[in-house]
């Protein structure tokens, strides 16, 4: 019996200031895990910060795997928030500064996944 292993990657062609795709987030939560590559401007994607924490959620509700994997960027930087994670999220609050309960789910999620044993590639 072989197993099946689907793929799925956002569209290029979205635009900025785009709504993500509800297909997007039925996909995560259709799936059983997700592998999540970091980099160093990771955090300066809205989109990304958001599916993230729909991966999240579904890692907490439905125990959903989720395999970090940090490339070029150190895991203590996106746990602390610090260095370019800091100044993606210093724009993300002045964009976002109606919803700060968005904001902090973002950080909530960011914070959690980076607290996960991953793989850590720098030069590879």
Not at 6 to 22: C, M, V, Y
């Amino acid at each position: 019996m072989g197993k099946e292993v689907h793929t799925f990657r956002d569209d290029p062609k979205l635009d900025a200031g785009e709504e993500i795709s509800p297909e997007l987030f039925k996909v995560i939560q259709q799936s059983r895990c997700s592998i999540i590559i970091f980099s160093e401007t990771y955090a300066f994607s809205s989109w990304c910060l958001e599916e993230l924490a729909e991966i999240v959620k579904q890692k907490n509700e439905k125990r959903h795997q989720v395999f970090p994997i940090f490339y070029k960027v150190d895991p203590s930087d996106l746990r602390k928030q610090k260095g370019k994670v800091e100044e993606a999220f210093v724009a993300h609050e002045e964009r976002y500064k109606e919803d700060k309960s968005k904001i902090q789910k973002w950080r909530n999620a960011l914070t959690q996944v980076a607290n996960i044993k991953g793989w850590h590639l720098n030069n590879r």
